[in-house]
Structures are given as C-alpha cells and as structure tokens.
C-alpha cells in the first residue's frame, strides 16, 4: 500500500512561488506514472500536471509555462515547483500515484490514479 504525503503548501501573494514535495512510503514509486491534482471547494478535483517513469510531462493549459513537475526516483519523492502564482492558484493540492506505467502520455485523469495523498493547502493573494 502507497502511502504519499504533501508538503510545502502556504499562503503567498500574486507573482510568488513555492514548491511542492510529496514523500511516498510503503513501496516504490519508480515505476508509477505521478501526478498532482487541486481542488477548490465546490468544484471538481482537477488534473495539473503528470509525469511518466521516463521523465515525459503534461500539464493543464492554465498552468503551462509557470509550473514545473519532477521526481527524484532515488528519493521516492515528486516534486511541483510552481512559480507566478496566481489567486486562482489558490486550492487543495495533491499528489498521485497512477496504477501503473502503461499510457501513452502521463495521465491528467483522477480515474487513472490509484493512490493518492491527504493533501496540502496552497493561497495566493492578489
């Protein structure tokens, strides 16, 4: 059983940055598809960025280009580094495992993941 936990949320103003961590523990991770999802209150969870076992992203068009998914495999840890943040930044993030390593392309969808993390809160002001 993957167990996944966030770090790294906070409060920051419009135009900063922070960096997200998400520790997996009780197995590895190295041959998992990860990705990271936020959710806002009242709203559907959403599909930000994702990273495949060979290194190979995807993002959500809102946050191409100021956004940056890694993962360190020796560490067994993901990482979100998100950069000119924006009040519409502001949700629930986590961290997702997938089922496995066979897509075409890292997967955006909540319905590909398998495991995923308690979450860690990220607000930006204007």
């Known amino acids: 059983q993957l167990h996944l936990v966030e770090s790294g949320g906070g409060s920051v103003q419009a135009g900063g940055s922070l960096r997200l961590s998400c520790a997996a523990s009780g197995g590895t991770a190295s041959d998992r598809c990860l990705g990271w999802f936020r959710q806002v209150s009242g709203k559907a969870r959403e599909g930000v960025a994702a990273i495949d076992v060979d290194g190979r992203t995807r993002y959500t068009d809102s946050v191409k280009g100021r956004f940056t998914i890694s993962r360190d495999t020796a560490k067994n840890t993901l990482y979100l580094q998100m950069n000119s943040l924006k009040p519409e930044d502001t949700a629930m993030y986590y961290c997702?495992?997938?089922w496995g390593r066979g897509y075409l392309e890292p997967p955006l969808r909540g319905a590909d993941y398998a495991y995923m993390g308690q979450g860690t809160q990220v607000t930006v002001s204007s």
């Open positions: 997702a495992a997938a």
